[in-house]
């Protein structure tokens, strides 16, 4: 049974870091996961993704800024978050799913169906 859960969201000020967690667990190692930025009133972006051959992807918004280790024995994804800004507040969430390719941080191919529950981050001015 899939099951992904994010934690590690918090408030901080500009320029600070931050780093979630998505503790995973499914069967699949094929699948690619990244991380889904959810601005208030605004839809859900990719911002960071990771395929199943190690291979990054990242939203031009983030690019230098964040990076997406995983710990595969640990089964926790990363999301390492530097120099934050106030427009990286909103909801982060995790996501897993087969994927044909990754693009600008996201799923080429639609957004995945499997997500976390989502943590809250807030950066203050």
């Known amino acids: 049974q899939l099951e992904l859960v994010e934690s590690g969201g918090g408030s901080v000020q500009a320029g600070e870091s931050l780093r979630l967690s998505c503790k995973y667990s499914?069967?699949?190692?094929?699948?690619?996961m990244g991380w889904y930025h959810q601005a208030p009133g605004k839809e859900r972006v990719g911002v960071a993704a990771?395929?199943?051959?190690?291979?990054?992807s990242y939203a031009d918004v983030v690019q230098g800024r964040f990076t997406i280790p995983k710990d595969n024995a640990a089964k926790i994804l990363y999301l390492k978050m530097d120099s934050l800004k106030p427009g990286d507040s909103g909801m982060y969430y995790c996501?897993?799913?087969?994927?044909?390719?990754?693009?600008?941080?996201?799923?080429?191919?639609?957004?995945?169906?499997?997500w976390g529950q989502g943590t809250q981050v807030t950066v203050s001015a």
């Open positions: 990771l395929d199943d051959n190690g291979r990054t």
């Open positions: 499914y069967p699949y190692s094929s699948y690619c």
């Open positions: 996501a897993a799913e087969w994927c044909w390719g990754l693009s600008g941080g996201a799923w080429s191919d639609g957004e995945p169906v499997n």
